[in-house]
């Protein structure tokens, strides 16, 4: 039921963009994105609630495609603040909530 | 306040001992978590409370107790751990199905 993220890992130069991918195997009723930076707890960074919805959040934004099951994270313009390894998650009713494997991105000067 | 405490921040125990992990939080969420993180992976759901009711229970092994004595607290009774019950446990709370607040988490040593 986890959903599966690719890539696994990806390395940027400060300034260059980058997508990540969440899918699943069940249906998404929602698609939360997460960062957690080594050492600290998961730090909430948006979610969509409905097919063709899309968000953004400063240079971060995301898609969420429902019929195709899967939601893409874009980080445009990444600065070195952006590295840690972000995890999509979903939940089919209030209370169950799965994260996805997870995306470790590491931006260097 | 937007945070969610947790203590104690490291827990060294034995597979005899008896321990507890305390999760606060005084944001009128009604959803509190407990979720279990091994190194390089991603956190695993153990425990929901809904309402100070037990919602959830991931089929996580009895020596892991969780209370909710009251609406902004969450306890992790842990007894007869085993080392592989090492990790970092989470504490989150929610409005419901919504953004989850995570504590800092309580990183967990069994010997």
């Known amino acids: 039921q986890q959903p599966v993220q690719s890539p696994q890992a990806v390395i940027l130069r400060e300034g260059e963009d980058a997508v990540i991918n969440c899918s699943s195997s069940?249906?998404?009723?929602?698609v939360h994105w997460y960062r957690q930076k080594h050492g600290e707890a998961p730090v909430f960074l948006m979610i969509l609630l409905k097919g063709g919805e899309q968000k953004g959040h400063e240079k971060i934004s995301a898609s969420f495609n429902e019929k195709k099951q899967q939601s893409s994270l874009y980080l445009t313009a990444s600065q070195l603040s952006y590295s840690g390894t972000y995890f999509c998650g979903t939940g089919n009713n209030f209370n169950k909530f799965y994260f996805g494997s997870g995306t470790k991105l590491n931006v260097k000067p | 306040d937007t945070e969610v405490t947790q203590t104690p921040k490291h827990l060294v125990m034995g597979m005899t001992n008896k321990k507890s992990l305390k999760c606060e939080q005084h944001m009128g969420h009604r959803a509190m978590y407990w979720y279990k993180q091994k190194a390089k992976k991603p956190p695993e759901l153990m425990f929901v409370?809904?309402?100070?009711?037990?919602?959830i229970n991931e089929s996580v092994p009895s020596r892991f107790s969780p209370e909710c004595p009251n609406s902004s607290l969450l306890n992790l009774h842990l007894h007869a751990l085993q080392p592989e019950d090492s990790a970092l446990y989470l504490c989150?709370?929610?409005?419901?199905?919504?953004?989850?607040?995570f504590g800092p988490g309580t990183r967990l040593t069994v010997l």
């Open positions: 069940k249906a998404l009723y929602s």
């Open positions: 989150a709370s929610s409005r419901g199905g919504d953004e989850q607040f």
């Open positions: 409370y809904s309402y100070e009711k037990l919602s």
